[in-house]
C-alpha cells in the first residue's frame, strides 16, 4: 500500500479520482482497502483545510441564508428579532443581535447560534 503526501494540485486531482472509486463501493472498516480509503480521506481532508480554508460565516449572512431557503420576508422575522425597523437595522448591519435574539432566531429557525455568535 504505497500512499504519499500531496504536494501538489495534480496529487490532489489524482487522490480525489482514486478516492471516488471507492464511493461506489465503500469498502468495510478493518479491511485492507477499507484502511487504504480511511487513510485518503485523511490526506485529502489535511490537505483541504490547509489549501480550502472555510471562514465561519457572518451572523447577517446565516440569517438571509436562512430567510432565502424558506422563502423568509422581513414581516415574517418579526417574532425573532423584533419590529420590521429593528429586522432591517440588523439586516443592513447598523444593530447588532442581542443574546434574545439569537436564542430565538436558533430555537425558531434552527440557524446554530455558533453562526449567530460569531
Known amino acids: 500500500m504505497e500512499i504519499r503526501p500531496i504536494r ?40 483541504e483545510t490547509k489549501h480550502f480554508p ?16 424558506q422563502g423568509l420576508s422581513v414581516a415574517d422575522m418579526k417574532p425573532y428579532i423584533g419590529s420590521s425597523n429593528r429586522v432591517y437595522e440588523v439586516l443592513n448591519g447598523k444593530r447588532r443581535l442581542s443574546l434574545a435574539m439569537i436564542r430565538r432566531l ?10 449567530l455568535i460569531a
Not at 109 to 115: E, F, R, T
Open 8 to 47: 501538489s494540485e495534480q496529487d490532489y486531482q489524482a487522490m480525489l479520482r482514486e478516492v471516488a472509486a471507492y464511493f461506489d463501493a465503500e469498502p468495510d472498516p478493518g479491511t485492507p482497502e477499507g484502511d487504504r480509503f480511511e487513510i485518503l480521506l485523511t490526506l485529502l481532508e489535511a490537505y
Open 54 to 69: 472555510i471562514s465561519a460565516a457572518d451572523p447577517i449572512e446565516a440569517i438571509r441564508f436562512r430567510m432565502e431557503q
Open 106 to 115: 436558533h430555537s425558531g429557525l434552527g440557524i446554530p447560534a455558533s453562526a
